[in-house]
């Protein structure tokens, strides 16, 4: 009985029996069944890094309804990013929502603009007399001399 050449591949087994598929450093190991405490020396790295408590840590958000409060609010999360108050990831899902906000905030007080101003210009249309251009739409046109026939 022949086995067939053992390649590359780890000798050993991983816990739920299968053969190792990593590449062997020395010895027919891979790296980390050549050094099992590696692995949960990595994973104790990782699960050393910063958490981001969000509930406990985060401010609760300002009210975001002008511009001002946008940029006050996003000058805010980038200083909680860095100080790794605020995970990035909640950061990047924030922002294009401040953004859209912010557009609707412009929208709407470019809107309200527009309604002002055409309010006055149609006091302006109502208390003054039409100017040139108009006198097809002016029913009486008091200087007109010129009578057609
Ligand atoms: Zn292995």
């Given at each position: 009985?022949?086995?067939?050449?053992?390649?590359?591949?780890?000798?050993?087994?991983?816990k739920?029996?299968?053969?190792?598929?990593?590449?062997?450093?020395?010895?027919?190991?891979?790296?980390?069944?050549?050094?099992?405490?590696?692995?949960?020396?990595?994973?104790?790295?990782?699960?050393r890094?910063?958490?981001?408590?969000?509930?406990?840590?985060?401010?609760?958000?300002?009210?975001?309804?002008t511009?001002?409060?946008i940029?006050?609010?996003?000058?805010?999360?980038i200083?909680?990013?860095?100080?790794?108050?605020v995970?990035?990831?909640?950061?990047?899902?924030?922002?294009?929502?401040?953004?859209l906000?912010?557009?609707?905030?412009?929208?709407a007080?470019l809107?309200?603009?527009?309604?002002?101003?055409?309010?006055?210009?149609?006091?302006?249309?109502?208390n003054e007399?039409?100017?040139?251009?108009?006198?097809?739409?002016?029913?009486?046109?008091?200087?007109?001399?010129?009578?057609?026939?």
């Open positions: 009985m022949t086995l067939p050449k053992p390649g590359p591949h780890c000798k050993a087994r991983t739920n029996g299968k053969r190792c598929r990593a590449a062997t450093t020395e010895g027919g190991l891979c790296f980390f069944h050549a050094n099992p405490n590696k692995a949960s020396e990595l994973g104790r790295i990782g699960g890094s910063k958490r981001y408590k969000t509930d406990e840590n985060a401010d609760p958000l300002p009210s975001l309804h511009a001002t409060a940029r006050d609010a996003v000058a805010r999360l200083a909680d990013v860095y100080a790794g108050k995970h990035p990831k909640i950061a990047a899902g924030i922002a294009p929502l401040m953004s906000q912010l557009q609707a905030i412009e929208t007080d809107e309200r603009r527009l309604a002002s101003v055409e309010k006055l210009v149609a006091k302006a249309d109502a007399m039409p100017e040139e251009g108009l006198e097809d739409t002016a029913p009486m046109q008091p200087t007109s001399t010129d009578t057609k026939t």
